[in-house]
Structure formats: structure tokens, C-alpha cells
């Protein structure tokens, strides 16, 4: 098999990969958009370096845009196949990618920015996608895949992929972070000729997770007491629910504060209903609690504002107040008119919950930049600016090395993507130190044999 890796080689964002079985299938893994400065910046727009009309068939590992974001381009430029995913991960891409529009159509009428495709491209997508269940073999070509659990968001997968010769390649997506208070821990990797994995934190080793909820607990008070406004820029699906279900498990155990507590996404809103419409994927725990009752994601305190009009009237709310809203690096989205108010508060906290892209207002907040420009305003930055680490999604270096040291068989060869440059680097140098197995990063355009 021949792997060509357009996007997401050396750089986070933009995951895509095409696979050309010796049987002639010609097959992606992921479409995923660019990011880090603007939702469609120029990355996006280039044509895409493969003949859509060629591929048979997309595999998509799960719902996150830079997984899924150009799936409604490849449409446009040609794209005739199935697309396979399972079935909350067709959910949630829909919202995403519904979402990602009207980013797009407010762009374009507030500033004339270009859209890169159209609704009618994303309702070809949905009427593309086939729904496979962990486990299950889909036949395409002389290739067989299978999806396996990653435990990186709801319904997250990785795939499986062997051709009629017997070589076997599996793409990690992105590989689920230990601890989740709602996702079942990542499936064993299984034997393969080579691994194309993730290296999002492939140079550092998350904080504690069975510290976080006392951290996200002292954070709240410590903010509450200053009567300060907690904000949090949470990604709209995974870390929103993770957060919700640990604010639940605090009013549960009487340790929540008497504080409005408001949930300012209209995607996170969506995105938890679609979490409660398959409980089967919860773990067991998650389970049980539903089984009982208790609503994990909602507790006394929690207005959810889908409308504009509704997120507007919380600046009329004083503080102390926590506002839940997306964006999660803080590029765009709910969250900024949030921060033009918290920003400058010496009393209020931004918290940090998940990766910050390179060239996002999120990365400067995360690096110390002490003055920064939200929707054109120049702020200098007074609030305290913190994170809790261990409500990453991603695998931290230890559990990556740990997947792969503890599967069936170790791959004879890794290709190391979806990280910046130190840090995939840093994973693929480990692979051989460690485990003796023979590793690279990959570049943009590279391509390979296996």
C-alpha cells in the first residue's frame, strides 16, 4: 500500500491522507480543514493535490473539523463514494460543519470573506455517509476496514485497513486522553505492517487526571470569591461534556457554589443532546448513572443560551458568574465577546481546557501575551490566565507510547502526523529509542510504500 500524507504532517490541523492499495482502491483517510488563524484561510481554498473523482471511499476517523472540514469541498471538486464513520460521529459532524457555515456566511457579509463551499455541499456529505459500529468490516475494493474505538471523543475511531495481500496499516485519528469521566479507554492496538499516529502532545506529559475536578473546583471558588467571572473556552464537543459532567458530580456531592453557571454555545447544546442519544457509548459508569436518572450533563444552576438575545442578556448578569462558550482556542465564536469583558477584570479567570493552535488569540493567552486584540478592541490582560491539562482529549506522550508498546504486535514502522514539528519529532525519536521501531514525521506531500 502507498500512503500520501496532504495535511496534518508536521503541523496539527488539516488531516487527510490517501491510501493506494497494489489492488488499484484508492481510498482518504480524513479531510480536515486547516486552522490556526482563520476558518477558511488561503490553505483551504488550494485545490485539493489528488483526484477526488479517483477516491472510492472516505474513512472518517471522527467529527472534529480538522478531520472533517473539507469533506464538503471534496464533494465539490469531484467526489462520487461513500463516506464511512460511525453513527454519532455522522451527528456530530453535521452540526460541525453546519456550524462552520454560518461562521462562514457571517464572514462574508461582515467582511467580505470568501466561503469555501456552500450548504449544498455539506447536505451531499451527510447524504454520503454509511454508519459502521466499532468492530464491523466495510469491504471496499480489495480493501477491508474496520473501526475501532480511540476514546478520544464520542465516537471517535481508528481504522483498520488491510488489502488483498495481507499488508495491514492503521490510522490512530486521534488517540483519547486516560480518565474520561464519560468515554470507554482506547481500544488495544492491533497487529500492523504501519501506524499512522497522532502526535498532538507527543513531547509532554499531561498533570494528574484525578486531580482535575479539584483543580476546576478550587479555580471556581478561588473566582467566585474575588466576584469574578469565570470564563472557559471549551470545544463544543468532549471537553463541554466532560466539564458539565464534573460541575454535575460537584452539585451531586454539595460542592458546586451558588453561582450562575451558563453554557453559551449553541453547538455544545446540540452536541449534548446528540452524547444522549447514545448511551451504549458511554462507559459503564456513565451508563449506570443515566440508568438512575441522573441527567449527567445538567445540574441546578445551568442555563443553556441558544439564541443571540440569550447570550447577550448574561452581560447583564453581575458577577460572580461562569460562562461555558466556544470557540475552544478562542478564534472566533461566543467566546470573544465573553473575553472582551473577563480580559481586563483582574478579578476574572480564563481558564484553559484543550490544545491551542499556533496563531491563535488561545496560544498567545496560553504563552503569557499580556496584550492582545479581541474583535479589533486592544485589551491588556488583567484576568488570571490558567489551564487544567488533563481534560486534553489527546494522548499525552507516556499513553502514545503505552498503545503502542501494549498491542497485539508492534508496528515494523510508524509514521508520526498530526503534531507540530518538536513535537512529532520528539514521538517518532522515542519509537526507535524505546521500542526500537523504526519512525519518522512525515512531511506534506511526502509519500510512501508499505
Known amino acids: 500500500m502507498r500512503i500520501s500524507f496532504y495535511g496534518a504532517a508536521r503541523e496539527v490541523t488539516g488531516s487527510c491522507y490517501v491510501v493506494e492499495s497494489s489492488g488499484g482502491t484508492r481510498l482518504l483517510v480524513d479531510c480536515g480543514m486547516f486552522q490556526g488563524t482563520h476558518i477558511a484561510g488561503h490553505k483551504n481554498f488550494d485545490p485539493l493535490p489528488f483526484d477526488a473523482s479517483a ?22 471538486e469531484g467526489f462520487k463514494g461513500k463516506i464511512y464513520a460511525t453513527p454519532p460521529t455522522i451527528k456530530l459532524a453535521q452540526l460541525v460543519l453546519e456550524d462552520t457555515i454560518h461562521i462562514m456566511q457571517d464572514d462574508l457579509e461582515k467582511q467580505g470573506r470568501a466561503m469555501l463551499y456552500e450548504q449544498k455541499d455539506v447536505d451531499a456529505v451527510m447524504a454520503a455517509f454509511v454508519p459502521v459500529e466499532y468492530s464491523h468490516d466495510v469491504m471496499v475494493g480489495d480493501v477491508t476496514a474496520r473501526a475501532r474505538d480511540a476514546g478520544h471523543i464520542f465516537g471517535s475511531a481508528f481504522w483498520e485497513l488491510r488489502n488483498g495481500s495481507g499488508k495491514r496499516v492503521t490510522f490512530s485519528g ?4 486516560r480518565g474520561s469521566k464519560i468515554l470507554r479507554p482506547t481500544a488495544q492496538l492491533s497487529a500492523c505492517d504501519a501506524l499512522v499516529v497522532e502526535s498532538t502532545y507527543g513531547n509532554r506529559i499531561h498533570e494528574d487526571e484525578s486531580t482535575r475536578e479539584t483543580k476546576l473546583k478550587d479555580i471556581l471558588k478561588e473566582t467566585v470569591a474575588k466576584k469574578g467571572m469565570l470564563v472557559i473556552p471549551a470545544f463544543a464537543i468532549d471537553r463541554t461534556q466532560q ?64 439564541t443571540r438575545d440569550q447570550s447577550k442578556e448574561i452581560n447583564d448578569v453581575p458577577n460572580p458568574k461562569v460562562v461555558i462558550a466556544g470557540s475552544g482556542m478562542m478564534n472566533g465564536g461566543r467566546i470573544l465577546h465573553h473575553l472582551l469583558r473577563a480580559l481586563p477584570d483582574p478579578n476574572s479567570t480564563v481558564l484553559i481546557v484543550g490544545y491551542q493552535s499556533e496563531g491563535t488569540l488561545g496560544r498567545d493567552l496560553y504563552e503569557g501575551k499580556k496584550d492582545v486584540v479581541v474583535r479589533g478592541v486592544k485589551l491588556h490582560v488583567n484576568a488570571r490566565i490558567t489551564g487544567i491539562g488533563a481534560y486534553s482529549a489527546h494522548a499525552d506522550q507516556a499513553k502514545l507510547i503505552d498503545w503502542v508498546k501494549n498491542a497485539e504486535a508492534h508496528p515494523k514502522e510508524i509514521f508520526v502526523t498530526h503534531g507540530e514539528e518538536g513535537s512529532a519529532v520528539a ?22 510504500d508499505v
Do not use: C, W
Open 55 to 76: 477516491i472510492e471511499a472516505v474513512f472518517v476517523t471522527h467529527a472534529h473539523l480538522d478531520h472533517t472540514g473539507r469533506l464538503p469541498k471534496l464533494m465539490r
Open 174 to 177: 486521534d488517540i483519547g486522553n
Open 243 to 306: 466539564i458539565l459532567f464534573e460541575l454535575n458530580d460537584l452539585a451531586n456531592s454539595g460542592m458546586l457554589p451558588d453561582v450562575p453557571i451558563f453554557l453559551d454555545s449553541p453547538m455544545a447544546i446540540r452536541a449534548t443532546e446528540v452524547l444522549k442519544e447514545f448511551p451504549q457509548y458511554y462507559n459503564k459508569e456513565t451508563q449506570a448513572l443515566a440508568a438512575q436518572g441522573d441527567d449527567p450533563f445538567s445540574f441546578p444552576g445551568l442555563k443553556e443560551t441558544l
Open 427 to 448: 514521538l517518532a525519536t522515542l519509537f526507535q529509542s524505546e521500542l526500537g521501531i523504526k519512525a519518522i514525521a512525515p512531511h506534506e506531500g511526502d509519500s510512501v
